[in-house]
C-alpha cells in the first residue's frame, strides 16, 4: 500500500470519512474515559502498582488507552488473573472491568481518537504554555541580574565613599555590618568622633591663632603705631587702646576668663598643644543643650579668653582695622615709594628696620591676618563650635554618614531579595526546560503511535505532518 501523507490535525477526519470510526466518537471517548476514572472507585483491593496509576485521574493530558492497556498486563500477571470461567472471561473482576473497557477503545477504534486529542493539546495549549513560561522566565532572570549588578555598583560607591569618611574618624567600616540592627551603634560612636574631632580642630585653631597673632603684634602692631604717631593722631587715637585685644589675645588667649570681666586665671599648659588623645565623651549633651567632651577640653574651648565669643568679636575688629592699614601701606610703597619712606623716618631705628620691608613681605601680612580671620569668623570654625554646642547641629553632621550606611542596607536587602528571586526564578525555568524536553518526547512517542496504530486500522502506511515537525 502506498504510504498517505496528511497534516496530523486532519487525521481523526480522515479516518471518520473512511468509516473506521464514528462521528461522534468525541463524545464516545469521552464516556470510557469516565469509565476509567470510576475504575479506581470501583476497585480499591487492587495490587499496589496498579493503585498507583490513579495518579493520572487527575493530570490533565492522560492517554487513557495506553494506561488501560498497562493496567490489563499487570493484573493478568497476578495470582488471580490467571483464571478464567467455563465460557473463557476474566473470573477477576478488575481484570475483567478493565478488559471491557479495553475492548470498548479497540470496537470504535477511540485509541486512535485519544492518541490525537493528546497530541493536538500537547501542540496547543502545553507546548505553547512551557515556551511562553520559558520566555518569561528568561527574561525576568535576566532583569533580576541586571538589576542585582546595578545594585552592587551602588553598594560599591557607597561602601567607598562612607569608607573615606569613616577613616577621618579612624572608623573601620568592618565594625558596623549593614543591618538595621547597628544603626544606634554607628550613630552613638559618629557623634563621638565627631565631638572628639572638631573639638581637637578648635583647641589646634586655638594654639594657631595664638601663634599668628604674635607675629602680628611683632610685626606689623609697630608699624601700624608708628603711623599714628607720625600723623599727631595720638591724642585723640590711642593704638594701644585700638589693639589691645590683640596684646592680650597674645598674653592670655589661652588662660581662662573670668565671669563679666578681664582678669584671668592660669593658663593651660603647653601640652594642650600637642595632639589631643581621643578621649571618650562622658555623655552628649547636658539639660542646657551643651555637650559634654573631655573636661579639660571643654574649659579650653568655651571659659578661655579665646572661647569667649564677645573677645573674639573685638579682636576680630581689630584685626580688620590692622588688614586695612596693611592695604594702605601696600598702596604707599607701590604708588608713592619716595614718600612713604620718607614719612617713617624720623621714627626710630628699629622701626624704620620693619617699615623698609618690601611688598611681598606686607602681602604676606595680609595673607597671615586673613588666616585669623577665617580662624576665628570662618564656615568651618563656626560650625565646629555649634556642634560642640548643639546637640541637633551634631546629629546632623552625622546624618551625611548615616544617609551612606542605610542606603548601603538597602542595597544589601535588595541584593538578598534579587539572590532569592534569581533562585527562585532558576529553579522555575529549570522545571520549564525538563517540562518542554518531557512534552517533546511525548508528542514525539504520540506521534508515532497514532501513525502506527491508524496504519493497522487503515491498513496502509501512515505519516502525519505539520508545527509537530519543527517542536
Known sequence: MALVELPYNQLVQWVIARGKTPEDCNKRLIAVEELCKGFFEKHTSIPQDVKDMQRHVHCEYTEWYEILCDITERLKSTEDGKKVNFIGQYSYEPLYDADKILRAFRKNNL????????????????????KKGIESNNKELSDYKARRAESLRKLNANINELQNRLKVYCMDIKDYPFNEDFEVCLKTRLTQEIAIKNANMTIHNYH???KLVEALDNEVVPVFKAFVKYQKMDKNYHPEETMKHIRQAVKH????????NEDTEERPSDDANAEPEEEPLIQIVKDDNE???????????FSTQLGQSSFRQLLLGELLELLSFVKVRIDELQNRSNAANYIFSQSGENVNELIMQPISKYEKYIEVINEVIEILSGTDSMKALSILKNRSDLEKSAQGEISIWKRCCKEVAEQSDLDKRIQVTTETLKRFTSDLESARKTIKDTKAKLEKATAEVMGSPVKIFGEIDNI
Open 253 to 260: 588667649g589661652l588662660e581662662y576668663a573670668t565671669n563679666g
Open 208 to 210: 594657631r591663632t595664638l
Open 291 to 301: 555637650l559634654l567632651v573631655a573636661e579639660d577640653k571643654r574649659r579650653i574651648i
Open 111 to 130: 485509541h486512535i481518537v485519544s492518541y490525537s486529542q493528546v497530541l493536538q493539546k500537547q501542540m496547543t495549549f502545553n507546548l505553547p504554555f512551557i
